[in-house]
């Protein structure tokens, strides 16, 4: 059994047990989120495809670890000018496991 879910923006396949990171979520370590943004359900080979949502289907995920991911720096150069621009950025993560698809 499988689900495409939605969330930060981003579609994600989720299956039960997968730990996988997404969008920063508000919620505390060791608690439990429902997705409700389900755009697709298989199950044994049954597919239920969402228009655009699948009605009374959720992803029950437990909360692991909020963290930052890896520095993504964005340098700007111009030959000749003296211009020259450095920005980083980190950006907010949730791992999230999966522990129950209801469909």
Request: no cysteine; glycine share 10%; net charge positive.
């Amino acid at each position: 059994m499988y689900a495409v879910i939605k969330t930060g923006g981003k579609q994600y396949k989720v299956a039960v047990g997968e730990v996988l990171r997404v969008e920063k979520l508000n919620a505390e370590v060791n608690t439990t989120v429902e997705l409700t943004e389900v755009l697709l359900v298989s199950n044994n080979g049954e597919i239920k495809v969402g228009t655009p949502v699948v009605e009374g289907a959720k992803v029950v995920a437990e909360v692991v670890a909020q963290g930052k991911g890896a520095k993504v720096v964005n340098f700007k150069y111009k030959p000749k000018t003296g211009y020259h621009r450095k920005k980083g950025h980190r950006q907010l993560f949730t791992e999230i496991k999966v522990t129950a698809i209801n469909a």
